[in-house]
């Protein structure tokens, strides 16, 4: 497998600008039920006190794991860079969507049945895999386009039936595409801009990436 070296300060500087993201996500789910505490948030919703939080307490939820396991990730970076020759830790074919790719496997393939304490099902590895070959496709489809859009990294979230949902969330737009856990199903998108124009439906996963496409070009 080709190792290639990843500066140290690009790394941390993609994990800066993902926690900060992440913090302003949480503080908008929180901001929008009036709360300032998150674990009081997450139990009320749970108790049934905030009746219509659920969906927004499991995005919580996600978001702070995802949050607490990018401070891990920094910190392994700080650890390796330490030990490593030249301060330049290695990953396999390394850019910034490797560095998603490998922090989402950590976080995704770590969970166990009733992650979230409501009988949330485990990730398994081929939906993991399957998710990260739409992303890889996605970046060889844009990079095949003459006029091709920014590709944003995305937020990638665990399901608690098992799917996993990649999220892009700009200034202009957002896009959710779900990749599920039973491979006989097709994939399923939403797509919202700041008019409150929307798109979704189901799509094959060879035509996901122009749906990606579709979306930048019709919200941007």
Do not use: H
């Amino acid at each position: 497998m080709t190792q290639i070296s990843v500066d140290k300060d690009f790394l941390e500087e993609l994990a800066d600008t993902k926690l900060r993201v992440l913090q302003e996500e949480i503080e908008e789910i929180l901001v929008k039920w009036a709360y300032d505490d998150i674990d009081q948030l997450l139990s009320d919703a749970k108790t049934g006190i905030l009746e219509e939080a659920e969906d927004d307490a499991v995005c919580l939820r996600n978001l702070v794991a995802k949050r607490d396991n990018l401070v891990q990730f920094k910190t392994a970076i700080d650890k390796d860079n330490s030990e490593g020759e030249g301060g330049r830790p290695e990953y396999p074919q390394g850019d910034q969507w490797t560095a998603l790719i490998l922090a989402a496997k950590e976080e995704l393939l770590s969970l166990r049945d009733d992650w979230d304490g409501e009988g949330a099902q485990q990730v398994k590895e081929s939906t993991f895999w399957r998710a990260v070959r739409f992303l890889r496709s996605l970046q060889a489809f844009v990079q095949q386009q003459q006029s091709a859009p920014l590709l944003e990294l995305p937020d990638i979230f665990p399901r608690p039936n098992g799917d996993i949902l990649i999220q892009w969330k700009t200034d202009q737009f957002q896009l959710v595409v779900t990749i599920p856990e039973d491979e006989s199903k097709p994939a399923v998108y939403y797509g919202k801009g700041d008019a409150e124009n929307v798109t979704k439906g189901t799509v094959t996963f060879a035509k996901l990436p122009q749906i990606y496409v579709n979306c930048v070009q019709m919200f941007s």
